[in-house]
């Protein structure tokens, strides 16, 4: 028996940052980012190419925009680090992943992204698994939002991302 999700759109619940940040969630997080591209694999599993093109919920991508917005926002997450780690207090570019998601390269076999996402990924554990604690506390601003987030916020954030869309597979794959 499968139990129904209250909200397709979020199949794990929106992010909820903990009050107080731990070195303990940090380490969930980082292992969540590099475990992300074996698990993307696992729940894509055998997918037809009919099921690679069905949306995951009505009116969502489909699994293939989907396993590609996952490679667009996670370089874009990484690039967003790097610039944390490298400038004060960066204003990051915001992107329309919506509009990214009818570009051509969204049609492209899943692989191209999962592959992406395996070098990503380990470049991405790598740099998170050398912080310091100061590190850690470096800010970056989005300019749609008030106040800056932390390198630790951004990383519990797609660490959420990554466990988000994967569970949208998994639905998906539970209700074929």
């Given amino acids: ?9 979020y199949p794990i619940g929106t992010f909820s940052r ?14 969540e980012i590099a475990a992300l591209p ?8 055998r997918l037809s190419e009919a099921q690679l093109d069905t949306p995951y919920r009505e009116g969502g991508w489909t699994i293939r925009q989907l396993v590609h917005h996952i490679a667009d926002s996670h ?5 967003r680090l ?24 969204a049609s492209l076999d899943v692989a ?6 395996k070098a990503l990924h ?11 604690d100061t590190q850690w506390q470096r800010l970056l601003q989005h300019p749609e939002e008030a106040e800056p987030r932390t390198v630790e916020v951004l990383t ?5 991302h990554s466990k988000h869309h994967v569970a949208h597979i998994k639905l998906l794959v539970a209700g074929s």
């Fill in 1 to 9: 028996m499968t139990t129904a999700v209250a909200d397709l759109r």
């Fill in 18 to 31: 903990p009050e107080t940040i731990t070195p303990a969630h940090r380490k969930e997080a980082i292992a």
């Fill in 38 to 45: 074996k698990k993307l694999t696992a729940a894509l599993g």
């Fill in 75 to 79: 370089l874009n997450a990484i690039t």
């Fill in 82 to 105: 790097k610039l944390a780690l490298t400038e004060e207090k960066p204003v990051i570019r915001p992107y329309d992943e919506k509009a990214w998601a009818e570009l051509p390269d």
């Fill in 112 to 117: 191209v992204s999962v592959d992406l996402l």
């Fill in 122 to 132: 380990t470049r991405w554990a790598t740099v998170l698994e050398s912080l310091d």
């Fill in 156 to 160: 519990l954030i797609y660490a959420w």
